[in-house]
């Protein structure tokens, strides 16, 4: 009997043409002292920023922006807390041109 069922919060997969996928995988390649987790690590937390976060888009390629309600699900699920944005988050906000706070970014990460 099944008691409970739910769907998944949110479903984020590596987008192999997608441009601003390219540039991630490029970034965690060059500076892996910098980018420390997977590259997939970094694309679901792009792939989980709102449309207001995400702004006018990356410089290349695309994102595709969740809800605001999806996103503080996400930010629900425990992680330490977060006070600083890594380098890390720093470098995809600059690289992709993107309006999000990297603190986003890096909570997102966690």
């Not at 390649?29 to 709102?50: F, I, M, N």
């Amino acid at each position: 009997d099944v008691i409970f069922e739910e769907p998944p919060l949110h479903i984020a997969m590596e987008e192999k043409d997608n441009e601003a996928f390219k540039m991630v995988r490029r970034l965690c390649k060059r500076s892996p002292e910098t980018y420390d987790h997977g590259c997939l690590w970094y694309w679901v937390a792009l792939q989980s920023l709102t449309a207001e976060q995400v702004g006018m888009g990356p410089r290349r390629g695309t994102l595709t922006p969740i809800s605001a309600d999806q996103q503080r699900k996400i930010l629900c699920l425990y992680h330490d807390p977060v006070d600083e944005a890594s380098d890390a988050a720093k470098g995809l906000v600059s690289e992709l041109g993107l309006p999000v706070e990297p603190l986003i970014l890096e909570e997102l990460l966690q």
